[in-house]
């Protein structure tokens, strides 16, 4: 598990925590920290955003670890929106990429616009994504159990 505030939560040196060490005590800690900046302050960024994203990889990555979290972070509402997931894992959903809508049905984009059709007309785009193309999630229902995530 690579992250500085993470490690610093529980004393550790390296950024990277070995899974030995990430026992339910240690779990909780991580889960509780709050890391402060130079004058004091709390970072609020880590409870919003590194806790979730490291509780929703034990949950997907990890689920023998994700077992060993404490109660209330387990019950936590996953918050995906930000995220970068892998298009192929994503459920049937509309993405919203430049105000522009897309209609992923599990297999295939589709999409009505264009920025720079050669001529006037309906436009139908069809778009097939590779294995490991990534979307940027901006609705938490645009990913399930399934979803894996690019960060």
Known sequence: MPSLLIAKAIGEKSSWVPEEKMTPENLKKICD???RDIFGGII????????PKLISDLKNDYPKLFELLPKSAKEKELNAIGRKAYIRTC???TFI???KKWIWDGQILHGT???FAPVKGEVNVIIEPFEHEFIEVTCNSQVDENTRFAD
Do not use: G, M, N, T
Request: hydrophobic letters at 10%.
């Open 33 to 35: 920290y709050e890391p």
């Open 97 to 99: 990429k430049s105000s």
């Open 113 to 115: 616009e264009l920025s």
């Open 44 to 51: 609020r960024s880590y409870q919003k955003e590194d806790v």
């Open 91 to 93: 459920p049937p959903c």
